[in-house]
């Protein structure tokens, strides 16, 4: 069943006095339980802009977008931002509970299961402060997944990060997401992080239109060093820099 279904959606931004913008135009596809989507796209293609509709922190234009709950419950969404955004003043373990309906033992020790998966269990005391920017993200990681969400948001979550600790939080993101199966949305620039991370890549093209919908159908757990993965990475990379030149030359011919 799918957990989300976008369909026809359009969005314009209004600039004011009669000029606006359309950043999203005729989306449409669907995101069944239990798998990993990412959407690629040049700087400025809308990626952010569709997260954010997703998420309900913006408004669409037009179009439908319907989200359904494992339990037919309200519909649980996660959102893993560039940064962490942990509050400074509380410990790890008090930030990871501040997003929790309760305190129940359940809740806590769930809780714990999500730090250790991100091997952080032993700085559940520290502050955010006493943590690498690695490791903060790592415990904004653990925490939206700890929320058990029918449906994860994560907005290039490694884009502040450098090359080794990105590679390394890949890693662990593949092994939480194999051990939990949440549904996951994730944006990136980043063809190499999506074909490893992604059952899907959904590739936008500037002027906000889907250009291509790739499924990766290759075997987890992924490492960069794997053969089969490089050169995955490698075609769609390919494809990626064609859209891009195709972009280019209608833009110049226009
Ligand atoms: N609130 C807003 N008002 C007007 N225009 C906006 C607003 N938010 C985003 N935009 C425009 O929408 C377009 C898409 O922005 P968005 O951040 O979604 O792109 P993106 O693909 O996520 O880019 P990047 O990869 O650089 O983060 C951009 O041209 C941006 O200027």
Redesign the pocket.
């Given at each position: 069943m799918a957990v989300l279904t976008v369909q026809n959606l359009a969005k314009t931004?209004n600039?004011g006095t009669s000029r606006e913008?359309r950043?999203l135009d005729d989306i449409s596809f669907e995101v069944s339980g239990q798998t990993f989507v990412s959407i690629v796209?040049p700087?400025?293609?809308?990626?952010?802009?569709?997260l954010n509709i997703i998420s309900g922190v913006e408004e669409h234009t037009s179009g439908e977008i319907s989200l359904t709950s494992d339990d037919g419950g309200a519909t649980r969404i996660g959102y893993v931002f560039q940064d962490p955004r942990l509050l400074p003043w509380r410990s790890v373990m008090r930030n990871m509970m501040y997003v929790q309906n309760d305190r129940s033992e359940t809740t806590v020790a769930r809780v714990k299961r999500y730090l250790e998966m991100v091997g952080l269990a032993k700085n559940a005391d520290f502050y955010p402060g006493q943590l690498s920017g690695g490791m903060q993200q790592r415990v904004g990681i653990a925490r939206a997944f700890a929320v058990e969400p029918d449906l994860l948001l994560m907005d290039?979550p490694f884009s502040h990060l450098d090359a080794i600790t990105a590679r390394g939080l890949r890693t662990q993101l593949q092994d939480i997401w194999a051990q939990s199966k949440k549904t996951v949305v994730f944006?990136t620039?980043d063809v190499v992080e999506a074909v490893e991370l992604s059952d899907r890549i959904i590739v936008?093209q500037p002027g906000g239109r889907i250009y291509e919908d790739i499924s990766i159908d290759l075997p987890r757990p992924r490492r960069q060093t794997d053969p089969t993965v490089a050169t995955l990475q490698a075609e769609v990379l390919a494809r990626l820099e064609a859209m891009k030149e195709a972009s280019r030359t209608a833009g110049s011919a226009a």
């Open positions: 931004f600039l913008t950043v796209g700087s400025g293609c809308g990626k952010s802009t569709l290039e944006v620039h936008l």
